[in-house]
């Protein structure tokens, strides 16, 4: 089984800060790990991904996420946030090898302030 | 670039009516999958094509969901009938290779 929480609905934050949107995650076995975006009216476009290889991964636009095994975690990050990230961001989780079978998270609104 | 198109984009149907969604997937991509996201929820997984088989189908309510790929190409999903709470949107998405998604527009289903 495999599940996973998005621990804010909603991130506020001001153009130029820092990005925080955080992600934990439940599986039975070795779990691959995703970021998606999802802007108004758009598909959902991939940001980066996790499948066992090098902990920290940088993701397009400048984000990066870092697993951490210990803390069953996978944050997403941005040194300084810009009005285009305003978006939905799921975290995603599926089983490493065979079959990709995603569980997608309930989503975290980010909202940028000028 | 090539793109995942799904029609319609808009569907508004009554209860107990019959709908159908139509996806076609970027060319060469063997996985094809159906998502269902409601407001403010994530997306769920409704069914996982390989080619023309289905590999998962796990949460797809089968007493009025369909869904078919007899060719191994464009897919459709239907729904009979239409219920109150499947207002939704319907995404599709293709897969060259595990890990790798496109998705399309998707549909947005209102059911009145």
């Known amino acids: 089984a495999q599940s996973v929480t998005q621990l804010d609905s909603h991130v506020s934050v001001s153009e130029g800060t820092p990005v925080l949107l955080r992600c934990n995650y439940s599986s039975s076995y070795s779990p691959s790990l995703f970021w998606y975006v999802q802007h108004p009216n758009k598909g959902l476009q991939l940001l980066l991904k996790y499948t066992s290889a090098a902990t920290l991964v940088k993701g397009i636009n400048g984000f990066e996420a870092e697993f951490k095994k210990s803390e069953t975690s996978f944050h997403l990050t941005k040194p300084s946030a810009h009005m285009s990230d305003a978006a939905e961001y799921f975290c995603v989780v599926s089983l490493s090898g065979g079959s990709y079978i995603p569980t997608f998270g309930r989503g975290t609104s980010l909202i940028v302030h000028p | 670039e090539a793109e995942v198109a799904q029609s319609p984009r808009y569907k508004i149907t009554e209860k107990s009516q019959a709908v159908a969604f139509w996806c076609d997937p970027i060319?060469?991509?063997?996985?094809l999958y159906w998502y269902r996201q409601i407001l403010g929820q994530g997306p769920e997984l409704l069914v996982q094509f390989q080619d023309e088989s289905v590999v998962d189908d796990s949460q797809l309510p089968k007493d009025r969901f369909s869904a078919e790929r007899l060719k191994g190409v464009d897919s459709t999903l239907k729904i009979q009938p239409a219920e109150l709470g499947d207002s939704a949107m319907y995404l599709c998405?293709?897969?060259?290779?595990?890990?790798?998604?496109?998705f399309g527009p998707g549909t947005r289903l209102t059911v009145t």
């Open positions: 060319s060469g991509h063997a996985t």
């Open positions: 998405a293709s897969s060259p290779r595990p890990y790798e998604q496109y």
